[in-house]
């Protein structure tokens, strides 16, 4: 089995999660390292959650934090090959240590950032487009296409069961990030938005 696009799940905070999406294909698992954060991931617990799966990648998830704190915090979370953040000097400073590099941006703030796009290419950093819109506009899947024609881009925002696939078929389009969520408790976990944009994307073998 496999999925129709690339597909990130962020803020995993549980086995449960993590494990459904291990077999469901998915190829990135973010964690949030922040403590403070209601999704903070602990050394121990990271490492308890993915000593249980194997064959995906892992990402580092920021909102804040400099370059040395995070360098630092890495060193107690093993197998970690991404970075996120939404601060993209604190991205480049972090170049040198070889991670494949996460610019969280919202869609709306797009058009800004439109000028650096050779930039982006250059620096090979991914994009994660993030909204706290339900829906993309035309407007918006407009600037996506350009943006994702020369750079790598997941879509973060705007994805339901009914319309991820024509989504994923954006010309150019990296992936699909999606959010995790939290256990009803242990062992326990309410799949159905999630699963169904999963299932949706599945390949007919």
Same mark, same amino acid.
């Given at each position: 089995m496999a999925?129709?696009?690339?597909?990130?799940?962020n803020r995993i905070t549980n086995l449960t999660d993590a494990r459904y999406c291990?077999?469901?294909?998915?190829? &990135?698992?973010?964690?949030?390292?922040?403590?403070?954060?209601?999704?903070?991931?602990?050394?121990?617990?990271?490492?308890?959650?993915?000593?249980? &799966?194997? !064959?995906?990648?892992?990402?580092?998830?920021?909102?804040? !934090?400099?370059?040395?704190? &995070?360098?630092?915090?890495?060193?107690?979370?093993?197998?970690?090959?991404?970075?996120?953040? !939404?601060?993209?000097d604190t991205l480049l400073q972090l170049k040198s240590l070889g991670k494949k590099l996460i610019y969280a941006v919202k869609i709306e703030e797009l058009e800004t950032i439109l000028p650096k796009i050779d930039f982006f290419q250059d620096q090979e950093i991914t994009l994660h487009l993030t909204s706290t819109n339900k829906s993309i506009s035309i407007d918006n899947e407009s600037i996506i296409n350009i943006f994702s024609s020369k750079i790598t881009l997941f879509l973060g925002a705007g994805i339901t069961p009914s319309n991820a696939n024509s989504l994923c078929e954006l010309p150019g389009l990296f992936g699909f990030a999606l959010d995790s969520g939290d256990e009803i408790k242990p062992g326990l976990r309410d799949f159905d938005q999630l699963a169904a944009i999963l299932e949706s994307l599945e390949l007919e073998d």
């Open positions: 999925l129709k696009t690339k597909v990130k799940i291990s077999g469901m294909y998915v190829d &990135i698992l973010g964690f949030c390292l922040e403590e403070g954060s209601p999704h903070y991931v602990s050394p121990t617990r990271f490492q308890e959650i993915t000593g249980w &799966i194997s !064959g995906i990648d892992y990402a580092a998830e920021f909102t804040e !934090g400099d370059a040395y704190t &995070i360098e630092r915090l890495l060193a107690e979370y093993p197998g970690i090959t991404w970075i996120e953040s !939404g601060d993209l």
